[in-house]
């Protein structure tokens, strides 16, 4: 039964429901959108990429299904939403204050660093952003949705593939070159980054003919020694050394040219 009221996210991929087993266990679901083999390719990926993952940070599968009409992914229930959502709609029962942030942005780079070069082999998340880190019931976060993750044999350094990603958190190199490496995933954490210290989107609308890109920006107000205008009142309490080292380590992810 798939009710619009259990909905708990949609996406390019598909529709995300939330279910029982009859365990009692709260699941997730993901049932593609439409069938066709590019939707399937995209759910059997997601199965075999995730079924090498075992990392505390990263959403588990629990189980597919993937011979009825439309393919299932079943999914542990995390049940406090995406990242973005505590960023940029904060609730009254969770406040974002510095060390939660710090905590989180800790704990997504040590999934990444995981996926990078402790999986068994390396792989490449490709759409790294704060919409695809949910927080569990402890406010712990868990790296999801690996439909466009690629496992890289351990002697290639690079993929080429057609660019896909979400604007405001692609790697220009990857946009410029076609070719992904680790240090694409790591440009867009260092825009998570960012989102986390100044509590701004990637890309804001300042009118109705402008944008404004969050990247730019920052390195812009970096560069002037202007950094503590643009940080979110919850970040300027924390400790201005940590504060700091936070924002050199954004400014070294977003670094061009995949140094």
């Given at each position: 039964h798939y009710n619009d009221n259990r909905i708990l996210g949609q996406g390019g991929q598909g529709t995300v429901y939330k279910g029982m087993l009859q365990d009692g266990r709260i699941v997730a679901v993901k049932k593609a959108t439409m069938v066709d083999e590019g939707q399937v390719e995209q759910f059997i990926n997601e199965v075999v990429i995730l079924s090498q993952i075992n990392h505390r940070n990263v959403v588990k599968l629990l189980g597919c299904c993937l011979e009825t009409e439309v393919p299932l992914l079943v999914y542990e229930f995390i049940s406090n939403g995406t990242l973005f959502y505590h960023i940029h709609d904060p609730t009254e029962e969770f406040v974002m204050s510095w060390d939660n942030r710090l905590r989180i942005a800790t704990e997504v780079a040590g999934?990444?660093?995981y996926l990078h070069s402790a999986a068994s082999i390396p792989i490449y998340h490709r759409d790294v952003k704060s919409t695809n880190i949910l927080l569990d019931d402890k406010h712990r976060s868990k790296v999801s949705d690996f439909g466009t993750a690629r496992s890289v044999?351990?002697?290639k350094t690079h993929l080429t593939t057609i660019v896909q990603g979400?604007?405001?958190?692609?790697?220009?190199?990857?946009?410029?070159?076609?070719?992904?490496?680790?240090?694409s995933d790591v440009y867009s954490f260092g825009v998570v980054l960012v989102e986390l210290l100044t509590g701004e989107k990637p890309i804001s609308l300042i009118n109705s003919q402008e944008r404004r890109n969050l990247v730019t920006h920052f390195i812009q107000l970096t560069k002037e020694n202007r950094i503590f205008e643009i940080l979110d009142?919850?970040?300027?309490e924390g400790r201005k050394e940590e504060i700091e080292a936070v924002v050199n380590i954004a400014k070294r992810c977003l670094n061009f040219n995949g140094k």
């Open positions: 999934a990444l660093a044999s351990i002697d979400t604007l405001g958190y692609l790697d220009p190199e990857y946009f410029q070159t076609s070719q992904f490496t680790d240090k009142d919850q970040v300027v």
